[in-house]
């Protein structure tokens, strides 16, 4: 916990911000912003931009689950809603539908709206616990998919829309695979920085207090249920922002894009991760692309049929919760402990 | 006491408000009454002991005053006001305070971090999305708070590697933050050694003299050195009340609870 951990060495002169990043996150960083130099434009655009999407939209669920131990199946429809809104108030190839409202009205409005939407799933949700959270969120993801999918005056129904396209901001086709690279990478890691401080601000401190225990936190002043809707609120944030670069990387929304698959596929991705810190939602997102991508060629290399790719998935997730309930972060800890054991004395090699 | 029943006699004299008024509480669990038809004043800057046998109704009466529990019937006032059908939140915000009989703190945090959080409970800071900065007045806040129960040299430590007498000591420090009105300790000595009681006292003692209390405390001695009245609880009714010289001289007090088993 570092909020008020002070170290008397370095009392004597604060360290900047700079001197405070950990050296693998520069390392980290300097790969990320130079891999458009020797990865192709499929590994950048569908590998990569991918993985940050699913990794933005993984963090709210892990934001929520992880820090305030609320598990929500809503979070892709949060992301589905902010990418309809879009299209709806932006422009797409559905012109009868589409407002073709400028892009500084069209992306805050429909962030604002997704919002709206998670607070209100969150307003719903805080009132049950465990399962039952699971349960409500699930039948909200599964009452929109039914919703937008029979809905053809403003949703398009079945078919959705397509031809959703970012905006052209400064000369910059921002679908080029280059271009959407950089875009992901930057809203991945404002995310990821954003959910990293909030962790460790009174916020995100007293929503991790209220997840361990709401009684003490509620004898100490805080109102456990606002602290919790606040926190649905923020993770729309996130949750719409993934829903919006979704859509564009697509070029197309459709009942399909928050439908009961890709809401557990969230679920997924942050537990193959980990929910303990929000890298786990990454770490979740790349290994869940990488199988969805090249699962199918290695299930026909060896003969099966390619449309089984989704039991490999559920066989990695079923591995991981298996032998580490803490998925792959949770391997990596085991992992480092393991290194620093005495394999004599089978305890950690520092001190008695 | 003397100095103490002083003050709060004072406080009374001008004016102030009861610090806490219960009438007619009752509290049943199904057909068991926990509490009976209550009727407790404490004036502001008192300092009360509750005493009883387990069973007497005691934690009870406090999850009732603090909210967790609501009484089926009566009333409840805090400076005045009647805060019966608020949650507790808002109650803690009046300057109303607990700690708990077991300890109920935040294990993974640090002291200062634990008492921080009791700091930005009672703040405005609570939704803040900013982390605080080295000068921030809570952050100082939580430092004092610290040192006021004598563990500067725990600062830093988690809470799982603190003492059970350590926690107790952080448990006060928590509800001291944020200029409590009024608090209600409940068991606070249990556990402890014969030198951390005399270290509670001591804290108990140092509280500024406006700061109000009730303890329930099953130690006779750590009670009545702290307390200058005292309530005496039995099958969730009060029975008697009064001085701690009288309390402790009641025949029908001695029979019950000091005779044999007390020294």
Redesign the interface.
């Given at each position: 916990m570092a909020v008020t951990e002070r170290d008397p060495a370095r009392d004597a002169r604060p360290l900047s911000w700079i001197e405070r990043i950990p050296g693998r996150y520069w390392l980290i960083g300097a790969a990320l912003l130079v891999m458009p130099v020797f990865a192709s434009d499929f590994v950048l655009f569908q590998i990569f931009g991918w993985t940050f999407i699913l990794g933005i939209i993984a963090l709210s669920l892990m934001f929520l689950g992880g820090y305030g131990g609320m598990v929500s199946l809503a979070q892709m429809t949060v992301a589905g809603l902010a990418g309809y809104m879009v299209a709806i108030f932006g422009e797409s190839a559905i012109s009868a539908i589409s407002l073709n409202w400028p892009w500084y009205i069209a992306i805050p409005l429909a962030l604002a709206i997704a919002v709206l939407f998670g607070t209100l799933t969150g307003w719903l949700a805080v009132r049950t616990d465990g399962i039952y959270t699971i349960m409500i969120t699930l039948a909200i993801a599964a009452a929109f998919f039914y919703f937008v999918r029979q809905n053809y005056v403003m949703f398009n129904g079945f078919s959705g829309f397509n031809g959703v396209l970012p905006p052209d901001l400064f000369g910059v086709d921002w679908r080029g695979p280059k271009a959407f690279y950089y875009l992901t990478l930057f809203w991945a890691v404002i995310c990821y920085l954003a959910v990293l401080y909030i962790s460790r601000a009174p916020f995100g401190l007293a929503l991790q207090g209220v997840r361990d225990n709401q009684r003490r936190m509620s004898a100490l002043g805080y109102n456990a249920t606002a602290h919790r809707v606040a926190a649905y609120a923020f993770a729309a944030v996130l949750a719409g922002i993934g829903g919006i670069l979704l859509t564009w990387q697509s070029a197309q929304v459709s009942p399909g894009t928050a439908g009961i698959g890709p809401a557990i596929d969230v679920l997924v991705i942050a537990v193959i991760g980990g929910m303990r810190h929000p890298v786990g939602a990454f770490i979740g997102a790349f290994v869940y692309v990488i199988l969805k991508t090249f699962a199918l060629d290695a299930l026909v290399a060896v003969g099966l049929a390619g449309e089984r790719f989704q039991l490999l998935i559920g066989l990695g997730f079923l591995v991981i919760v298996f032998w580490s309930p803490d998925g792959i972060l949770g391997l990596w800890d085991r992992w480092r402990e393991s290194r620093g054991k005495d394999p004599l004395l089978d305890r950690g090699g520092e001190g008695p | 006491m003397t100095e103490a029943a002083t003050v709060s006699d004072r406080l009374s004299a001008t004016g102030t408000a009861n610090a806490l008024e219960l009438r007619g509480v009752s509290k049943l669990f199904g057909a068991l009454a926990a509490l009976e038809d209550i009727d407790l004043t404490v004036r502001p800057g008192e300092r009360r002991a509750v005493l009883g046998s387990n069973g007497a109704g005691k934690t009870t009466l406090f999850n009732c005053v603090?909210?967790?529990f609501l009484p089926t019937r009566g009333t409840i006032r805090f400076f005045g006001e009647d805060i019966s059908a608020f949650?507790?939140?808002e109650r803690?915000?009046r300057g109303l305070?607990?700690t708990?009989q077991i300890s109920?703190?935040?294990t993974?945090?640090?002291v200062?971090?634990n008492v921080?959080?009791?700091c930005?409970?009672?703040s405005r800071?609570?939704?803040?999305?900013?982390?605080?900065r080295?000068d921030d007045a809570l952050?100082a806040s939580?430092e004092d708070l610290v040192h006021v129960v004598h563990l500067d040299d725990a600062r830093?430590t988690r809470v799982a590697n603190l003492s059970y007498g350590q926690q107790r000591q952080l448990e006060i420090a928590?509800a001291l933050?944020?200029a409590p009105r009024f608090i209600l300790f409940d068991e606070p000595a249990a556990g402890l050694s014969p030198t951390e009681r005399r270290e509670l006292v001591e804290i108990l003692n140092g509280l500024p003299d406006h700061m109000g209390y009730i303890i329930i405390e099953h130690d006779m001695d750590v009670a009545l050195r702290v307390a200058e009245s005292v309530t005496m609880m039995h099958n969730g009714r009060i029975f008697k009340q009064g001085k701690p010289a009288e309390i402790e001289q009641d025949p029908e007090v001695q029979a019950l609870y000091l005779g044999g088993g007390h020294g």
């Open positions: - | 603090t909210g967790d949650p507790p939140h803690i915000r305070r607990r708990y109920l703190l935040f993974g945090l640090s200062l971090d921080y959080l009791a930005v409970g009672v800071s609570r939704f803040s999305f900013l982390r605080p080295r952050v939580a830093d928590m933050a944020g």
